[in-house]
């Protein structure tokens, strides 16, 4: 985790026209169309858009789990962590089987991977659930030890698909602000997902909109807010609010004939 | 933790801290004295009533002696056969042959599950014909496996594998099938493709299907065998549980065949108590899915 594989690095991710049609099952529309977005190293970049704008077929893109129809995606720190709207635990395995997994798949040697494994729980303030089954953690936690597994891939990205939404607000909140601690500590890049403006406001650094049926980037910020933020400041609310009035023109624009 | 972020949400800590505290679920051992009331009393209730019934009508006489013998007679059945010393020889040779041919059904039903849920072609060519063939009687086999076979051990085992090895390859098919694409793609994400991601995600995650198949096919081995040893019953084979039931029915001893039924039942209920009853909760407890 060394500052200077960042900065040798140009970008996080970069997409170049990327476009998404799904055959067969799909109508024939594409979902995604010549998107291009680039994310720098340690940066932390919210996607916004409506529900069903292709939020996840762009992470799946990303992830290396689909592939586009046409353009190109360059992911140069190799493959990149993933974590899920559900948790996407394993549950045959404790909390710190599920990390351990995460750390044997990178080829990490077993005597090092159980102090590993409870380094990253303790990162994500769950240090003593090490036993824990899935079915034993709360929503909040379950979401915290799927944090540490992405991480445990050790990867330079970070992908996020809207990994709090079904949360409640005050957990939700206590997550945010681990993430951002989370985040500063490690110098990674985040791509994240997300239809929540406020979320978004509060967490990135940038913040792109996407619009629906064909999804494309609409227009983007560059929040300047210094982190630690909190989803209640004035300012996360005020830029919430431009940005909200711009997702309910778009969403407006499908209602038209 | 003097951290600009603490400093800026003093709060969140102690927040985080009775978040965890709420939610977590506490897991506790049920005490030996409720196991007792629960779980072992329902049981031991219905047999005790089940004898009463039958001593009752034994009693009233509602048939002759020979129909249906006193529950004395059946347990005098039992004592001889005791005193013999033949009653575990007769067991051991039907569990023996149950146990090995289910062990064999495992070896071929396993990597057959796995063929038909992972190759296409496969799965269309074979998998109608192995549903089907679980709603066959594998009694219908034993002929055929006679014919083949003669009255060999040889055919008990056929007859076994006919009965176990769909039951035990459809359960993996079922459980592959119902391993949610989530947990698939969260495999591949950590890295986990091709042999590895089989061993390490696809398998385990499709465990509970293939448990509940093992105990079906369990179930099967036993019924086809029973059925193998009443059909082809030959003084040349070891006496099994079958054949002890099928001596006792030329022989017109009515306690000695309602002791086989019984010992038949007992043997079945047994093993499944002991060794998939046990194997089946754990699975699925250790997955939060059973209490
Ligand atoms: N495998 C697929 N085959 C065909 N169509 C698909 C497939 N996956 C997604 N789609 C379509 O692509 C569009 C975008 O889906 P996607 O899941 O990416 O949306 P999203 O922005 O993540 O939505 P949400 O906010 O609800 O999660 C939808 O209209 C969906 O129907
Ligand atoms: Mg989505």
């Given at each position: 985790m060394a500052p200077a594989t960042t900065t040798a690095l140009a970008h996080a991710v970069r997409l170049d026209h990327v476009d998404k049609t799904f055959g067969r099952s799909g109508d024939g529309r594409p979902v995604l169309e010549d998107i291009s977005l680039t994310v720098a190293p340690g940066e932390f970049v919210c996607l916004l858009g409506a529900s069903g704008c292709g939020k996840s077929t762009l992470l799946n893109l990303v992830a290396g789990l689909d592939r586009p129809t046409g353009g190109r995606i360059d992911v140069p720190g190799g493959r990149p962590a993933l974590m899920f709207q559900?948790?996407?635990?394993?549950?045959?395995?404790t909390a710190g089987r599920n990390i351990e997994l995460a750390l044997r798949l990178r080829g990490v040697p077993r005597p090092a991977r159980r102090t590993e494994a409870e380094r990253l729980l303790d990162l994500v303030r769950l240090g003593g659930s090490y036993g824990k089954r899935v079915h034993e953690l709360s929503g909040g936690m379950r979401q915290r030890v799927a944090l540490a597994r992405a991480l445990a891939q050790d990867s330079r990205l970070l992908l996020m698909d809207e990994p709090f939404a079904a949360l409640d607000a005050i957990t939700r909140d206590v997550l945010h602000h681990e993430l951002t601690r989370i985040w500063r500590e490690t110098e990674l890049s985040v791509l994240f997902v997300t239809h929540n403006v406020r979320e978004a406001v509060r967490l990135g650094g940038r913040v792109v909109l996407l619009s629906s049926r064909p999804g494309r980037v609409v227009r983007e910020w560059t929040v300047d807010l210094p982190q630690p933020r909190r989803i209640e400041d004035a300012a996360v609310a005020e830029l919430s609010v431009e940005i909200t009035e711009e997702l309910r023109g778009e969403i407006r624009r499908h209602g038209k004939p | 933790m003097a951290s600009p972020d603490t400093a800026r949400h003093p709060d969140l800590a102690g927040l985080e801290a009775g978040l965890d505290a709420l939610d977590t679920v506490q897991v506790r051992r049920t005490p030996v004295r409720q196991v007792l009331l629960r779980k072992v009393l329902p049981p031991v209730t219905a047999v005790v009533l089940v004898l009463a019934v039958w001593k009752l009508l034994v009693v009233a006489g509602v048939t002759e002696d020979y129909k249906l013998p006193d529950p004395a007679a059946v347990w005098d059945s039992l004592r001889q056969l005791w005193l013999k010393g033949t009653l575990f020889d007769i067991i051991w040779t039907s569990v023996s042959r149950g146990l090995l041919g289910f062990a064999a059904a495992l070896a071929l039903g396993t990597p057959l599950g796995l063929l038909v849920a992972r190759v296409p072609f496969v799965r269309a060519a074979l998998g109608p014909v192995l549903s089907g063939l679980q709603s066959l009687p594998s009694v219908a086999w034993v002929p055929a496996a006679v014919i083949w076979l003669g009255i060999t051990d040889a055919a008990m085992y056929a007859v076994i594998l006919l009965g176990a090895v769909p039951s035990i390859a459809n359960g993996l098919v079922s459980g592959i099938d119902q391993v949610p694409p989530l947990y698939l793609r969260a495999g591949r994400t950590l890295g986990a493709t091709g042999a590895r991601g089989a061993r390490l995600v696809l398998l385990p995650a499709a465990l509970p299907g293939y448990v509940a198949g093992l105990k079906q096919g369990w179930a099967f081995s036993w019924r086809s065998l029973m059925a193998a040893e009443l059909i082809?019953?030959?003084?040349?084979l070891g006496l099994g549980l079958g054949q002890y039931l099928e001596n006792a029915r030329t022989d017109s001893d009515m306690p000695g065949v309602l002791l086989g039924i019984l010992l038949i039942l007992f043997v079945g209920i047994a093993i499944d108590l002991a060794v998939f009853s046990p194997l089946e909760r754990r699975v699925l407890r250790t997955r939060g899915l059973a209490a």
């Amino acid at each position: 985790m060394a500052p200077a594989t960042t900065t040798a690095l140009a970008h996080a991710v970069r997409l170049d026209h990327v476009d998404k049609t799904f055959g067969r099952s799909g109508d024939g529309r594409p979902v995604l169309e010549d998107i291009s977005l680039t994310v720098a190293p340690g940066e932390f970049v919210c996607l916004l858009g409506a529900s069903g704008c292709g939020k996840s077929t762009l992470l799946n893109l990303v992830a290396g789990l689909d592939r586009p129809t046409g353009g190109r995606i360059d992911v140069p720190g190799g493959r990149p962590a993933l974590m899920f709207q559900e948790h996407a635990l394993f549950p045959w395995l404790t909390a710190g089987r599920n990390i351990e997994l995460a750390l044997r798949l990178r080829g990490v040697p077993r005597p090092a991977r159980r102090t590993e494994a409870e380094r990253l729980l303790d990162l994500v303030r769950l240090g003593g659930s090490y036993g824990k089954r899935v079915h034993e953690l709360s929503g909040g936690m379950r979401q915290r030890v799927a944090l540490a597994r992405a991480l445990a891939q050790d990867s330079r990205l970070l992908l996020m698909d809207e990994p709090f939404a079904a949360l409640d607000a005050i957990t939700r909140d206590v997550l945010h602000h681990e993430l951002t601690r989370i985040w500063r500590e490690t110098e990674l890049s985040v791509l994240f997902v997300t239809h929540n403006v406020r979320e978004a406001v509060r967490l990135g650094g940038r913040v792109v909109l996407l619009s629906s049926r064909p999804g494309r980037v609409v227009r983007e910020w560059t929040v300047d807010l210094p982190q630690p933020r909190r989803i209640e400041d004035a300012a996360v609310a005020e830029l919430s609010v431009e940005i909200t009035e711009e997702l309910r023109g778009e969403i407006r624009r499908h209602g038209k004939p | 933790m003097a951290s600009p972020d603490t400093a800026r949400h003093p709060d969140l800590a102690g927040l985080e801290a009775g978040l965890d505290a709420l939610d977590t679920v506490q897991v506790r051992r049920t005490p030996v004295r409720q196991v007792l009331l629960r779980k072992v009393l329902p049981p031991v209730t219905a047999v005790v009533l089940v004898l009463a019934v039958w001593k009752l009508l034994v009693v009233a006489g509602v048939t002759e002696d020979y129909k249906l013998p006193d529950p004395a007679a059946v347990w005098d059945s039992l004592r001889q056969l005791w005193l013999k010393g033949t009653l575990f020889d007769i067991i051991w040779t039907s569990v023996s042959r149950g146990l090995l041919g289910f062990a064999a059904a495992l070896a071929l039903g396993t990597p057959l599950g796995l063929l038909v849920a992972r190759v296409p072609f496969v799965r269309a060519a074979l998998g109608p014909v192995l549903s089907g063939l679980q709603s066959l009687p594998s009694v219908a086999w034993v002929p055929a496996a006679v014919i083949w076979l003669g009255i060999t051990d040889a055919a008990m085992y056929a007859v076994i594998l006919l009965g176990a090895v769909p039951s035990i390859a459809n359960g993996l098919v079922s459980g592959i099938d119902q391993v949610p694409p989530l947990y698939l793609r969260a495999g591949r994400t950590l890295g986990a493709t091709g042999a590895r991601g089989a061993r390490l995600v696809l398998l385990p995650a499709a465990l509970p299907g293939y448990v509940a198949g093992l105990k079906q096919g369990w179930a099967f081995s036993w019924r086809s065998l029973m059925a193998a040893e009443l059909i082809a019953s030959s003084p040349d084979l070891g006496l099994g549980l079958g054949q002890y039931l099928e001596n006792a029915r030329t022989d017109s001893d009515m306690p000695g065949v309602l002791l086989g039924i019984l010992l038949i039942l007992f043997v079945g209920i047994a093993i499944d108590l002991a060794v998939f009853s046990p194997l089946e909760r754990r699975v699925l407890r250790t997955r939060g899915l059973a209490a």
